[in-house]
């Protein structure tokens, strides 16, 4: 084996064109697994020794023929692949490895099954599989998705979300488009900086935003009126959506075509508009300005579009006179003044008279109908009229349908610009929403870079920000955050309600904006791209998926331990919170030691745990921070600023006596708590690392608990029952 590269084992599996690799060195244990549109770009950038995977991909992976293993194809069923992987890794659901599509499960169980079977003799130790970035987005999984509330709140409501914040869109197709980018920023600085430049540009021409704005404020919604009329379940009103759109597209295109130094990015956009001007004077003569929602109603093309269409409607209408005509001549013939003739959907037209004037009728007259007050009746010439009538109608309706088939078939054939014009349409939204936000909130432009640089002067939290800020309470207080190579993590301390969740979360925002192409609540900042992305709150409630809460706080823990790599940024929420103090505290303790040992990947952390605090003593690159409080009178003022240092402890005693606790109540807290800490159970005094998530102690020499020894040296078959149960006793006594 060359020792300087790897020697990749890859399974794939999936659709060709949407395909789920996994990727294992079995010398060293890693063990990976992307998704991909470019699965011969991915095979490339991998460049695996063996490739396993079933039949239906062979031709489109001719070129490795070579390398390839077919499988059958009941080695990737999903079943057995979860069944495996929760088996090999002993795990009760795959949740904890984040969120793996079905494919994506496959790969990894068929990759496994493949090691197993030819590695008989030693099954080599892997790796959970990791999911890679190598998608080009930054990675935020479901929970973080969720506890970040970046699309609607933990609620359920999208009201205090960060979309709801940052949108400032005008456009249906623009809200969709931001919320995507939300969901997926980019991990590319080249495209990021596009994105920013684009921003940047629209920030500084306040008029031509303004004027685009404006225009997008009229625009319809092309995309979804092009997609409803090509599935063939359009109507009029879609022929007008597309009308005014591409309209708006053109006043955008020459918005922008007579701007001066036009980012590369919005001259592209620009130039996708496209060009539409005869089919929108196409449909601007052909459609009426109110037409109704189907083309079967009729009536939706406009005078002057169609000859003959304009012939049998003036039939239609020259018929309706002639009806108009006949109800006078028959109400002075009959002398009945109030005689009407009338239309419905069963009787067609016929004549109505109320019952006082039934002798008066004509002998013409042929009985329809009785009602309670009226009497109904028709003529030959009534129907005969309305034959025509209705003959015209018909022909009318007919021409309009076909005419309605010509202009979608006219749409289709330009279908291709218009899909074109109508994401650009999204997207000079998004940017000019962007610019806007930016404006408005004071957002400044973030540095983007490759390194691993977290340098954030003054950030806030967009939506606390401006929920203080629609409110009479007091100024949202920026704070740095600076996680530097000696700082790469920060324990955050400090009294419940001081601003810790906010802090992290802020900066856990200020990285998904950055990445997405935003502009950033902060002074000045600079983000080394960051891969992956989580967040966790301790015993967070999920009563909905009827799990324990403090299952799901280690569930998601753990994929964060899985997941994680140098690059990514993590921030901690009183993890440890849900389960009694010393295995809360000492699995809090675990996880900070195995961030910053194994994964030195950038966190913030926040606990309430004091003791944590010692950790400064053995983890170099440990940094702890507070939140500062002041004491005045009896009152306890949180000034939500972040300072160096770790908080006083005894904060929560004052917290409860403010909170109204009886005074003998605080006076003997004090006195247990001072107990506590004169028995030295503080963290000073445990070990260095605890046997329950010691794991590099554990993973070399596993001891057994003197216990286990004693029940393994235990031969039952040679014991009477008396000497049984005298073991054990003898067996309890030693726990
Ligand atoms: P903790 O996590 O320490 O209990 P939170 O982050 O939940 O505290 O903050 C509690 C409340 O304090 C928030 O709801 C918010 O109203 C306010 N707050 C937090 N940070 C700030 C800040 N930087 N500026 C102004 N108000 C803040
Ligand atoms: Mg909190």
């Not at 109204?660 to 005094?685: F, T, Y």
Request: charged share 20%.
């Amino acid at each position: 084996l060359d020792a300087r590269a790897s020697n990749f084992l890859a399974a794939i599996a999936g659709s060709p064109d949407h395909a789920a690799i996994a990727w294992v060195d079995i010398s060293t244990g890693e063990f990976h697994v992307e998704t991909t549109v470019a699965l011969a770009a991915a095979i490339g950038r991998i460049a695996p020794r063996e490739i396993i995977t079933v039949e239906a991909f062979a031709p489109s992976l001719a070129d490795y023929d070579g390398q390839l293993t077919l499988r059958p194809s009941n080695i990737f069923e999903a079943k057995r692949t979860e069944r495996l992987l929760c088996d090999a890794y002993r795990l009760p659901s795959l949740d904890v490895f984040g969120h793996f599509s079905p494919a994506e499960i496959s790969a990894c169980g068929a990759l496994l099954d493949y090691v197993r079977l030819t590695q008989v003799a030693a099954m080599p130790k892997l790796d959970a599989p990791r999911k890679s970035a190598a998608s080009g987005h930054l990675l935020i999984d479901a929970a973080s998705q969720r506890n970040l509330e970046l699309v609607q709140r933990l609620s359920g409501e999208k009201k205090g979300s960060l979309l709801s914040v940052i949108d400032k869109t005008v456009t249906a197709s623009g809200a969709r488009l931001l919320a995507q980018w939300l969901l997926a920023p980019l991990c590319d600085a080249t495209a990021i900086i596009g994105r920013q430049d684009n921003v940047a540009w629209l920030l500084a021409q306040g008029s031509e935003r303004g004027k685009l704005r404006d225009t997008l404020k009229r625009t319809p919604d092309i995309e979804r009126a092009l997609s409803r009329l090509m599935m063939n379940r359009g109507g009029p009103r879609d022929l007008l959506a597309l009308e005014g759109g591409l309209r708006a597209s053109e006043q955008m295109r020459a918005v922008l075509e007579h701007s001066t130094e036009l980012p590369a990015g919005l001259f592209t956009l620009s130039t996708a508009l496209g060009s539409h001007t005869l089919l929108v004077e196409e449909l601007t003569r052909a459609v009426k300005r109110e037409c109704g929602l189907f083309a079967r109603d009729g009536d939706f093309i406009a005078h002057g579009y169609h000859a003959v269409l304009d012939e049998f409607r003036s039939l239609k209408s020259e018929g309706q006179k002639h009806i108009a005509a006949l109800q006078t001549r028959y109400a002075s013939e009959t002398n009945i003044p109030t005689l009407k003739i009338r239309h419905n959907n069963i009787l067609g037209y016929f004549i109505e008279i109320t019952q006082q004037h039934q002798s008066k009728v004509s002998q013409e007259f042929i009985h329809r109908q009785t009602l309670a007050n009226n009497l109904r009746y028709t003529t030959v010439e009534l129907s005969e009229l309305e034959r025509k009538l209705g003959e015209a109608a018909d022909k009318a309706l007919k021409i309009e349908l076909e005419l309605f088939e010509t202009l979608v078939a006219k749409i289709a054939t330009a279908h291709e610009a218009i899909m074109q014009a109508g994401r650009s349409i999204a997207a000079i939204d998004v940017f000019a929403g962007l610019a806007e936000l930016a404006q408005a909130q004071r957002y400044t432009r973030p540095a983007v870079d490759g390194s691993l640089a977290f340098h954030i002067e003054q950030g806030r939290h967009p939506v606390v920000e401006s929920a203080l800020a629609n409110g009479t309470h007091e100024p949202f207080i920026s704070n740095d955050c600076a996680l530097g190579e000696n700082e790469r993590l920060w324990l955050l301390t400090g009294p419940n309600m001081a601003g810790k969740s906010t802090f992290l979360r802020q900066n856990a925002l200020i990285v998904i904006l950055a990445q997405m192409g935003s502009f950033v609540p902060a002074e000045r900042a600079h983000i080394g791209m960051v891969d992956k992305l989580f967040s966790r709150v301790g015993a967070a409630d999920d009563l909905a998926r009827g799990r324990s809460t403090f299952m799901v706080e280690m569930v998601e823990t753990a994929t964060i331990l899985n997941q994680a790599t140098a690059r990514s940024f993590v921030i901690l929420d009183e993890i440890g919170r849900g389960t009694a103090t010393y295995d809360g505290l000492s699995i809090a303790w675990a996880v900070i030691e195995y961030l910053h040992n194994r994964l030195e990947c950038r966190t913030l952390f926040a606990t309430h745990y004091h003791e944590l605090t010692t950790l400064t003593d053995s983890l170099p690159r440990l940094a702890c921070y507070s939140m500062k409080v002041k004491e005045w009178k009896d009152t306890l003022i949180f000034l939500h600023q972040v300072g160096k240092g770790a908080a006083d402890r005894s904060y929560g005693l004052h917290v409860a006596k403010i909170a109204g606790i009886p005074g003998a109540v605080i006076a003997r807290a004090a006195d247990v708590l001072h107990q506590l800490e004169s028995q030295k159970m503080g963290a000073k005094n445990l070990p260095a690392s605890l046997p329950l998530f010691a794991y590099t102690a554990a993973e070399e020499s596993p001891a057994r608990p003197a216990a286990l020894e004693a029940l393994a040296a235990l031969k039952p078959d040679e014991l009477s029952p008396r000497e049984a149960l005298e073991a054990l006793y003898k067996l309890k006594e030693t726990l």
